[in-house]
């Protein structure tokens, strides 16, 4: 391990409140549709993103932007839907701009907003997701931008 990849983050959500957390630093990832996997039998559905490093520019203004591979994984999922998404346009990316759960009856309802009213939707029967960045970051032009 070399020293960029001790400051990986690696977190772990069991429930709502840490959701938001992992959701903040989701903000503004991109996504490549054929990066979002759904392992129906292995009940997972897995991310591999684009991250934004946004807790770099809150430890200080100076720094570069900089993004980073990132794996999100969600277990005992039952379910993964989507909506204003061509899954046959594989290599499209969407901008992720917010992840939100509700309690439904037997287990979580997780709905990851994109930019363009794309969503996708998964029911699982808990709240385990991971986390993790992957290797290197890499210097961006730009920090993300929103219209308020």
Same mark, same amino acid.
């Given at each position: 391990? %070399?020293?960029h990849e /001790?400051?990986?983050? =690696?977190?772990?959500?069991r429930?709502?409140?840490?959701? &938001?957390? @992992?959701?903040?630093y989701?903000?503004?990832?991109?996504?490549?549709?054929k990066d979002?996997?759904?392992?129906?039998?292995?009940?997972t559905?897995i991310?591999?993103?684009?991250?934004?490093?946004?807790?770099?520019?809150e430890?200080?203004v100076?720094?570069? %932007?900089k993004?980073? /591979?990132?794996?999100? =994984?969600f277990?005992?999922v039952?379910?993964?839907?989507? &909506?204003? @998404?061509?899954?046959k346009?594989k290599?499209?990316k969407?901008?992720?701009?917010?992840?939100?759960s509700?309690?439904?009856d037997?287990g979580?309802?997780?709905?990851f907003?994109?930019?363009?009213?794309?969503i996708?939707?998964i029911?699982?029967?808990?709240?385990?997701?991971?986390?993790n960045?992957?290797?290197?970051?890499?210097?961006?032009?730009?920090?993300?931008?929103?219209? @308020?």
């Amino acid at each position: 391990m %070399n020293n960029h990849e /001790k400051f990986n983050l =690696k977190l772990l959500g069991r429930n709502q409140e840490d959701l &938001k957390v @992992i959701s903040a630093y989701l903000q503004d990832s991109i996504v490549c549709i054929k990066d979002i996997i759904f392992l129906k039998l292995n009940r997972t559905f897995i991310m591999l993103v684009n991250r934004f490093m946004w807790e770099d520019i809150e430890k200080g203004v100076f720094r570069e %932007n900089k993004r980073i /591979k990132c794996a999100i =994984k969600f277990e005992e999922v039952t379910k993964a839907e989507s &909506k204003n @998404i061509n899954q046959k346009n594989k290599n499209k990316k969407l901008e992720c701009l917010a992840i939100e759960s509700t309690e439904v009856d037997k287990g979580y309802r997780i709905k990851f907003f994109f930019s363009g009213d794309s969503i996708i939707t998964i029911t699982s029967e808990t709240l385990e997701v991971t986390l993790n960045d992957i290797g290197h970051p890499w210097n961006v032009k730009y920090a993300p931008k929103h219209k @308020i």
